[in-house]
């Protein structure tokens, strides 16, 4: 059985993590993504707080070959350990 994948690859999508609003959680993603895809552009980089500022919504703009390429991405965010939530 193949899946077909309702996005056409390659392609730019956002990939948005949620973590801790710690001082090393924007810093310790943008270097996991970067394993994968390379140094982002700061525009390519919005960063949203919870109304308490207790937690960090990341959105990254990347480039993604295929879906190996984007399930290599967020293995590499989640394994930072700070990853509370990914979308």
Same mark, same amino acid.
């Given at each position: 059985m193949?899946? !077909?994948?309702? /996005?056409?690859f390659?392609? $730019? &999508?956002?990939?948005? *993590?949620m973590? %801790?609003?710690?001082?090393?959680?924007?810093?310790?993603?943008? #270097?996991?993504?970067?394993?994968?895809?390379?140094?982002?552009?700061?525009? #390519?980089?919005s *960063?949203?707080?919870? %109304?308490? !500022?207790?937690? #960090?919504? &990341?959105?990254l703009?990347?480039?993604?070959?295929? $879906?190996? $390429?984007?399930? %290599? /991405?967020?293995?590499?965010? $989640?394994a930072?350990? &700070? *990853?509370l939530? #990914? &979308?």
């Amino acid at each position: 059985m193949t899946e !077909e994948s309702l /996005i056409e690859f390659p392609c $730019h &999508l956002p990939v948005k *993590v949620m973590g %801790r609003n710690t001082p090393q959680f924007r810093e310790t993603m943008l #270097a996991a993504a970067a394993s994968e895809v390379g140094a982002l552009a700061e525009e #390519a980089v919005s *960063v949203r707080l919870s %109304r308490d !500022e207790r937690f #960090a919504s &990341l959105t990254l703009n990347v480039y993604v070959e295929d $879906h190996d $390429h984007l399930r %290599r /991405i967020y293995t590499a965010m $989640h394994a930072t350990g &700070l *990853v509370l939530y #990914a &979308l």
